[in-house]
């Protein structure tokens, strides 16, 4: 635990309740399309919450409602216990869009005072403010050139620094380091981090299921416009430990007693046949041996290893491989979308 | 309001960022400074010119008869003659002979011109009898010596008017020569500096704003401000700004009105560009001038709320800029599909005179036509047709009687003031079912009939000639001849001819004029109810004329005069009732006087300067008068109490009234308006007594349930060059001269466009609102 989270509260910043969206058609298509399919989510203060899904699984959609820009068709959504779309609701929330548009017109600090003036700051409190963010994100030396010149990283950090400009206490990031480089990405996911080290409530929709499992505490998938899974990383992880475990040990030959490997293993490791087990050489002396078994439970592990000890293997190393978020994911999203 | 005024701001900001907009700048600038060299010089009016001429005509007869009527020997009429070119003496020579010998006017005027330099045909004996008016008696009392060419240039000009009187327009003294980099324009305006800034203020400005702002600015508005909202729907600018805490209604009245800046800054330097150029150059100080910058941003935000709405729809700037495009051309269709329902449904049946006779009611039209009222039908039926087309000019009845009216039909004089030549005087009578019965020849070009007493009067270009009622409908057959009062053959010799090239007397009327004297524009005529005495007011110049009492064949004598202050080229009115007399003048107080004495009576009344007085009509005789103004009202002038006080007691609640009758017998004062409507009104209160609501013929249902509504739903914007050529000159109507040769007060349309400016922009602006308030983007 970082300490910010240490400020983490219970107080659900945005709370969504069977939330239902569904675009009509047009005149000419009169095909509807469910976008939201009653999704349920919360996220506490002080939360990187992250949102996942495939393409089309209504990401977007569930941000737009929560920044007030399209209306549900049911359901309840609140932000700071206000109904999304409300003045109050948007006045604490800062946005960062997938791809910001700024006019070109614009300086990073001009843009800077136009989105400070449109979120109600004074220009006391712009000029202040804008010289911090500056330097949060980097663009210091560069708030006078034309954003003509930005490159797509600087456009994104500005995108941050507006997005801050009022100091929000909720940001939705919308695919915050989309299209960037690698240097670029690290760049935008320090300063997101620095923003979670503050205690700001984040709310990251991204692809990058790696920068999720690195920055968020909290995640939910969504998939095909329903919520198929939610919870920390390790929540979404626990319970689907996949079972394979890799041991690297030592055996004497008398402990081995003459017997063939791989049958003092299924007993030493209480497997019921060695169809799941591999044993292999690691080193020229006839002693070390790495054996990979499915324990599909840390008790079965426990077992195996008091045993391996009492027969008088000695334990080299011993890996348990789990899900990765990446497999938690797809795995879900699989199984969404099977059911529909 | 801070983030609004943010969009808005931050729309100036990307407007000044524009390419186009610096573009539009720097070709301001450049017609700025095109035009900055004109200047003007002011000089004293001498030359004649083609538009010089009120009669022409009249102006060969003169000279004709001056060279061949011994009578006229030595006078300066004939001296002017006599002065002219050989050739041109001897086609006057022709003319006098009785040949049809056409003389350009341009020739005429070469030949004053050349005379102008050289005096020699100047004999001051054979001036004295001529109507020489104060400025030409002040010069003709100093010397030659003190005089420059130019006064003395002007002075040779002031003697050539006063030997051809009723000849030439009334022109100030002085006029306005401009000038292009010291240069001299090829040719001078024969207006004074007065008349040259209303030129400029009601002409040039108009026309410079209706070009520059209304269509090619806006054009170039519409192509540069088409992206805005286009733009602004962008999903990572849309999005971010409706996540900020603002209402969608007014982000987009926000952005509007942020797109709008690009005119408004261009508007804003040509405006006050041209507004400099001409206080600097000309002197021409127009502070409405501003005016000009909110209606052409006001035109621009018709038009951008087309675009606005497309942009909203479609995302698109092309399809934005396509539908404002064709949005344009059904206005423009629209426009036209108005003016010709305008010239040949509406105005052809407008009423311009009314008279009643009896319980008849009588009107002229616009379109050349006589109609009279049936109650039976609710219609009115022609007696001369109107017709958009029609050349015939019809003159404003007059009642004869309770069964009969008196009009002309002056063949082709609709767009010619002297038309096919003389016209008939016509009676209808009731026995003989309204069918026309010819009586007396008028005198040439007559444009007005009289009655007072038992006299017809008639006026045309420049004289008065009068009848008595009973000789005209003896010839019209509608009385038996009186043995004493048979009238005259007409003397069809060649001095007779040359009377009636010259629009006077015919057999039938006499003279009315002492020698010498005309009437000229802007003018109007009032007669003594009981025709005692006529008033009438001529360039500035009240005069009172009373008819010989042992011979009224004779002419009329001069009784009382009196020389108006103010500019006497301006539009005038006069009425007289009981012992007073009304006189309104555009761009003066209005004046009561004693009829007989010509003393003020009372204070001037104040009459705003935007309003032109077209018509006023008496109210029975108790000094109370009934004025009819430019902005299509009706003002009611009366004494204040007892005293000898006058106000403008109130405005009737009538509008777009195109005429007035007093009917003395029923003392009801006629109201024509909305084309063929008429309100009889009590003349005491005012209380409508009766109307005449006419059934309407077919175009003229089409053109009440389609085209009007369609000229309300269609924004009139081409129409917008009305309300700012009112807005510059601060009138409300413009005093043209008609083709019949008459001073006509053509009324600025002002309320429907900006009427239908402002609800089309309110329909289109709501529904834009509402569809970015609720749409999910």
Known sequence: ?340 | MRPYAAVIRDSFHAALTSRVLWIAFVAIWLLLAALSPIGYREDFTTRFRGNDFNNGTRMKAMLAQGLADPEQEGSATANLANAMPEELRQQLRRVAEGDDVLIQVRVLASALNDMLDEESWYDAEAWKSTLRFKELRELDELADEELDESTRRRRARLRIEAALPGVFVTRSARSVLLTYAGMDFPADLAIDKTQFGSLINQFVFPLIIDWLLGFILLFLGILVTSSIIPDMLQPGSLHLLLSKPISRTLLLLSKFLGGCAFVLLCVTQLVIGLYLVAGLRLDVWNLRLLWCIPVSVFLFSVFFSVSVLAGLRWRSPILAIGVTTIFGTICFITGILGELSDGFIRNPDEIRGVAIAGKNVFASTEGGGLKRFNEEDNAWLAIFKSNAINADRVLNPIPLGDDMVATAVVRAGRFNPFGAGPPDLLVLSEAYDWESEPSLRLPTATSRLFLGGDSVLSMNTSDLATASVQNVLQVAGETEPEEESKTEEADEGWLSKLNNMMGGATSGFSPVLPPRMAISKPRDVAFDPAGKWIIAISSGRLTRLEPSTENPSQRWTLRAERLLEGEVSKQATIAVSGNQVLVARSESPLMIFDAISFEPVGEPLDLSDSLIPDEAQPLGNGGRFALLTSDGRCRIIEPKGESATYEVSQTLSQKEIEALYFHATNNELLIAHHIDQIDFLDANDFSVKRTIRPSLAEWRLIDKYVLTPLRIIVPQTGELGEPISALISGKSAIVVNAPNGEDRVIRYNIARPLLSCTIFLLVMMAVGCTYFATRDF
């Open chain 1, 1 to 340: 635990m970082t300490s910010s989270n240490a400020a983490e509260s219970t107080e659900a910043i945005i709370d969504v309740r069977g939330l239902k969206k569904r675009y009509s058609g047009s005149w000419f298509n009169r095909r509807t399309v469910d976008a939201l399919r009653g999704v349920s989510l919360t996220a506490s203060g002080g939360e990187v919450f992250g949102l996942l899904g495939p393409n089309g699984a209504g990401k977007t959609t569930l941000i737009k409602i929560l920044l007030g820009v399209v209306k549900p068709s049911s359901g309840t959504a609140f932000v700071f216990g206000e109904p999304v779309g409300t003045s109050a609701a948007r006045r604490r929330v800062g946005y960062l869009p997938e791809s910001l548009r700024v006019d070109r017109h614009h300086t990073a600090r001009s843009a800077l005072r136009y989105y400070g003036r449109l979120s109600g700051m004074s220009p006391r409190q712009i000029a202040k403010r804008s010289d911090e963010l500056l330097d949060l994100v980097g663009l210091a030396g560069r708030d006078r050139e034309s954003v003509k010149r930005f490159s797509k990283g600087m456009y994104q950090r500005l995108g941050l620094a507006q997005a801050l400009i009022h100091d929000p206490d909720l940001l939705v990031l919308d695919e915050p380091t989309d299209g960037l480089d690698p240097l670029g990405r690290n760049e935008v996911r320090k300063v997101i981090e620095r923003l979670r080290d503050d205690g700001k409530t984040i709310f990251l929709n991204s692809h990058i299921l790696q920068e999720v499992e690195v920055i968020c505490t909290r995640v939910a998938i969504l998939s095909k416009g329903e919520i198929c899974g939610s919870g920390s990383i390790e929540e979404l992880s626990s319970g689907s430990v996949n079972g394979r475990v890799t041991l690297d040990v030592m055996v004497d030959e008398e402990t081995m007693n003459g017997e063939a490997a791989p049958a003092k293993f299924v007993k030493w490791l209480g497997l019921a046949d060695s169809v799941d087990l591999e044993v292999t050489a690691i080193a020229g002396d006839g002693r070390s041996h790495r054996v990979s078994a499915m324990l599909d439970s840390q008790a079965k592990i426990d077992a195996a290893v008091d045993r391996l000890r009492q027969a008088g293997v000695s334990i080299i190393s011993l890996e348990a491989q789990r899900e990765t978020l990446e497999d938690t994911f797809m795995k879900l999203v699989s199984g969404s979308e099977a059911a529909n």
